[in-house]
């Protein structure tokens, strides 16, 4: 509301100031210069003179651009002074002879003011142009100045940023190299862990298929491995031998229970070295019975001739503790072995606890020979005599009875 109030009254005045003849607004003018009010002054004069140029005041024109230029004689106006000159001494020379002299008392002596004015702002006006070239140079200079240091800042600026961009790639490339060396030495670490385990399985692993190819032959614990069952094989010929301690039932009343464990793993440590030298199975101990076949689970054709070996080395043996023990006067144990050849059918018998096994006849006949045989005597049947007559020397027994099987021609194997 009051803006429009003030430009209302603004908008009065202006209309008012238009109403005015160019004597009144010069005369304001005057009254305004004399008060010392230049702007006010200069609005009215200029109000004036072009309400004289209207009413074609020659008279009143001239003293509006002189009192113009008078006012805006300074360093910001000088121009416009210089202008106000100009035209007022243009319209001084456009007057007639006798305007001339009608105004010839009045303003005598304006026209060389004004000339004196003119010369005098125009020197001030090449004095400023100079001077405003200096002060351009020196604006310049200045901003030169200014320039060259926002490029400097900017220079320096630049640098830092190189040199926060070079650090920030060190930064990351250590970062890099300190993350690949920690996966390095972590998959390292890793590595060596795994290693360790794998060779801890490859440990129990070695220890299963020992155990495992003491339980079954190494053929027979393949295909078990790689099928998961086994197939039963029949041989057509395998030379079986069984061992038997006599009077060991009255041998372990005499003894602990550690004390017959540890003298009958000495003897079975014994054979099983001298089965594995010839290639011979052990099948299982039945107490103190020891069972072993010749020509299986791969055949053999010397099954006979080193079923026949390995029984005179284990004789031997117990011959040879006997002596120690007797020496010593220690108790000791004596031996019976009876060896059969014939046909027979080998496999895997059981599901969670395997055992190789052999079934036939010839099993039988072979347990019937170590029955009939005498102590430190090996008691072979005549089919392991006619296999290996020319090979080793035999005493021939004769028809000896043999439990359910009648009477059969046995030999025993001479030193």
């Known amino acids: 509301m009051n803006r429009i109030l003030i430009i209302l009254f603004l908008f009065c005045l202006s209309h008012e100031i238009q109403a005015q003849s160019a004597s009144k607004l010069h005369t304001q003018a005057v009254a305004y210069k004399n008060e010392g009010r230049k702007r006010k002054a200069i609005q009215f004069y200029e109000d004036a003179l072009q309400k004289a140029k209207k009413e074609q005041n020659v008279e009143l024109q001239m003293d509006c651009h002189l009192s113009l230029a008078e006012l805006k004689d300074n360093v910001i106006k000088y121009k416009e002074a210089l ?4 035209s007022f001494s243009t319209l001084y020379r456009k007057q007639t002879k006798q305007e001339k002299e009608i105004l010839a008392d009045s303003v005598s ?10 010369q005098e702002l125009s020197s001030k006006e090449k004095s400023l142009d100079s001077l405003s070239r200096e002060q351009l140079r020196a604006a310049l200079d200045i901003r030169n100045l200014e ?32 993350f690949i060396g920690w996966g390095y030495f972590r998959k390292r670490r890793n590595n060596k862990k795994l290693q360790a385990k794998n060779d801890e399985i490859a440990k129990e692993k070695e220890k299963s298929e020992k155990l495992l190819l003491n339980i079954l032959p190494e053929e027979v614990a393949n295909e078990l491995k790689i099928s998961g069952r ?16 006599q009077g060991f039932t009255l041998f372990s009343e005499k003894h602990t229970t550690t004390e017959i464990v540890g003298i009958v793993d000495k003897y079975f440590v014994e054979f099983d070295k001298i089965t594995e030298k010839y290639g011979i199975e052990k099948i299982k101990t039945i107490g103190d019975a020891y069972m072993c076949v010749s020509g299986i689970p791969v055949e053999n054709p010397d099954h006979v001739s080193n079923m026949i070996k390995a029984a005179r080395e284990m004789r031997d ?39 190789y096994d052999v079934w036939g006849d010839s099993v039988n006949i072979a347990a019937r020979m170590e029955e009939s045989g005498e102590v430190g005597q090996v008691n072979v049947s005549e089919t392991v005599y006619e296999h290996v007559k020319d090979q080793f020397d035999f005493e021939y027994r004769g028809e000896v009875k043999a439990k359910n099987k009648g009477m059969m021609k046995m030999y025993f194997l001479k030193e």
């Open 230 to 245: 086994t197939t039963p094989f029949s041989f057509k010929e395998a030379t079986i031998m069984f061992t038997d301690f």
């Open 109 to 118: 002596n304006l026209e060389d003011t004004a000339k004196d004015r003119e």
């Open 83 to 86: 202008d106000h000159y100009k």
């Open 317 to 355: 043996f117990v011959k040879k503790v006997e002596e120690e023990q007797k020496s010593e006067g220690l108790s000791y144990l004596r031996m019976r072995l009876g060896i059969h050849t014939g046909p027979l059918v080998a496999g895997v018998v059981g599901s969670n606890k395997f055992a």
């Open 147 to 178: 320039l060259d240091n926002e490029q400097h800042k900017l220079e320096i600026q630049q640098a830092e940023n190189r040199k926060n961009i070079l650090f920030m790639i060190i930064g990351m490339i250590l970062l890099g190299v300190l």
